[in-house]
């Protein structure tokens, strides 16, 4: 597409254009974002991502519904972020809006812009600045049917992304709110692994808030069965060993399913290791039996990167405590030599990964030309 193509399309994107050709415009454009040579033509092209964010207000639900879902293609690119990002207020209010039809949309469109640092410290602020903030994204999150015309699963992937902000998991480890508790049993939400998956990432963030580790283990959370449950299959242990195990995993029934997504398998071992980080979150982890399910899961897992993750933790679990100064695993530092080995190391397992996987999944969001950290 030229650029005179290019400012022949760009008139019909207006919401005084005559409904037909908005409608054929709109769904042009879908079709061009559903590859990644369209994707980077608009992704560079301010005016036409204006074009889109204005007809997300037009009366047609179908070109609304074409715009909002270029949008979701388009906001993979970074490169479009600057300009999508001046509209997160009205976006917001959408998006906690109980009645609004196109939540879901929204709610995709905002989870693609907050994963990268700097959209997500602008999320964060147009939350505050609005009047909308944490606790209200978590009560609707929490608020089955709160909009009867959208799941928004993807509120899940949202909150990940927005904790890597320190200010983020700050607030939803704050014991006064009792926030993190609220997410605990969508750990095992079967209805989405979308949500489900959004809730671990979240979790597994806040982990890495070591001054939190020892309230996250104790009663007031009991964090531990919320992971490793997930990952605990229909095996039978020695009585000894049962008793080792907290008790919403022992004498599981023997359809007892692990959990299917490999990436979120993954998190929840990312999570248990970072609760490793002190000697303190290393006693109480090893004095849960965290290792019997571990090992459990490892002969199970066929997955090349989830059977590594066990592995690490296995060699954390089972092995001799570090020396005196050097018991906060993530305060020690590593000598420069050390550490670009280590690196290596991840880049060679992450090439031989790549050579197994058709494809990778991450918390980005795209959708075809009919529809669809940390």
Known sequence: MDEEQARELLEFLRLDTRPDLKGQATGYVLGLTGSAEGRTLLA??????EALLLLTGDHSLAVVKDSYHSLINLSVAVATH????KELPVLLHRLLDPGYAFADQVCTLLSNL?????T????FQAMQEEGLGLARVVEVFCTEGYNKKAALH?????LSNLTQLPETREFLLDRSRCVVQRLLP????EASAVRRGGVIGTLRN??????????????????????LLPLAGPEEFPEAEMERLPVDLQYLPPDKQREKDPDIRKMLLEAVMLLTATKAGRQLVKEKGTYLV?????????EPDVQAACEKLIQVLIGDEPEPGMENLLEVKIPEDVEERLQHLDQEEERQQGQQETQSKGLGVQMGPSGLSR
């Open 120 to 123: 997500c410290c602008q999320v």
């Open 186 to 189: 969508y750990t095992q939400y």
């Open 82 to 85: 600057r300009v999508l990002a």
């Open 206 to 227: 806040c982990c890495f808030e070591y001054k939190y580790h020892e309230w996250l283990l104790g009663p007031e959370v009991d964090l531990l069965p919320f992971l």
């Open 44 to 49: 560079g092209r301010p005016d036409f991502l």
């Open 114 to 118: 907050s994963r990268e640092e700097g």
């Open 294 to 302: 571990v090992r459990e899961l490892h002969r199970w897992e066929t």
């Open 154 to 158: 993807y509120l899940g992937p949202l």
